[in-house]
């Protein structure tokens, strides 16, 4: 099983430039269909984006299309996701995801691995 572990979480404000890291144990990394969620107080976790084993597809969330980028680097067993022109209702505990099926999954349930997450704050 693989072990998922995230950060670069902090405090920014609106307008703000965030990178998120997720390095992942375990082989073989390219194998698997990486995701990132999002849960805010009060609200169910929801899909963010997620990246094919190759890196050759990305799905993103109607909300941060053209704001977040997705990628990985599988020499490094990590998984990025770069938030741009950051909003307050972005705020949320950020969590990467694996999936071992390496095909497209939106779902939280069709994910096997997940991290302990990384608190994103987007002050207004």
């Known amino acids: 099983q693989v072990q998922l572990g995230e950060s670069g979480g902090r405090l920014v404000q609106a307008g703000d430039s965030l990178r998120l890291s997720c390095a992942a144990s375990?082989?073989?990394?390219?194998?698997?269909?990486m995701g990132w969620f999002r849960q805010a107080p009060g609200k169910e976790r929801e899909f963010v984006a997620a990246i094919s084993g190759g890196g050759g597809r990305t799905d993103y969330a109607d909300s941060v299309k053209g704001r977040f980028t997705i990628s990985r680097d599988n020499s490094k067993n990590t998984v990025y996701l770069q938030m741009n022109n950051l909003k307050p209702e972005d705020t949320a505990v950020y969590y990467c995801a694996a999936r071992y099926d390496n095909s497209a999954s939106i779902r939280p349930q069709g994910y096997n691995s997940w991290g302990r997450g990384t608190q994103v704050t987007v002050s207004s």
């Open positions: 375990g082989r073989p990394f390219a194998g698997y269909y």
